[in-house]
């Protein structure tokens, strides 16, 4: 597995922001690019979320607002909205087109959790 790859982007255009934070057993978790689509109904304080992965399928994800905007963020109150997503990045691959390819798993707790596969 190699180590992700510096974004190279302005940050507002970078997918995967590496090297975010740090859980409590030390290992480094990065802040996927979602987008904030509405109040998890079943959920109060909850957001769903949405993004379009590398391979074009639609993902929805779901956790508390406070975890997908960040403490110095306020929570949205119109929607669509940005919003990050924590998760760790897992490897990176170049696919047919020379592209590099993320494959993420958001963190515990984030409803669903699967490997993703973004642009990096």
Do not use: Y
Request: hydrophobic fraction near 35%.
């Amino acid at each position: 597995m190699s180590d992700p790859p510096a974004s190279t982007g302005a940050a507002d255009d970078a997918q995967v922001r590496h090297h975010a934070g740090m859980d409590q057993s030390g290992q480094a978790w990065s802040l996927l690019k979602v987008e904030a689509v509405g109040i998890d109904d079943g959920f109060p304080g909850w957001l769903r979320t949405s993004l379009v992965d590398a391979s074009g399928t639609s993902w929805t994800f779901a956790d508390r607002a406070t975890n997908l905007v960040g403490g110095d963020e306020p929570v949205p109150r119109s929607f669509p909205a940005p919003a990050h997503l924590r998760c760790r990045v897992r490897r990176t691959e170049r696919d047919a087109q020379g592209r590099n390819i993320l494959t993420a798993r958001p963190f515990r707790g984030t409803s669903p959790v699967a490997d993703i596969h973004v642009n990096g």
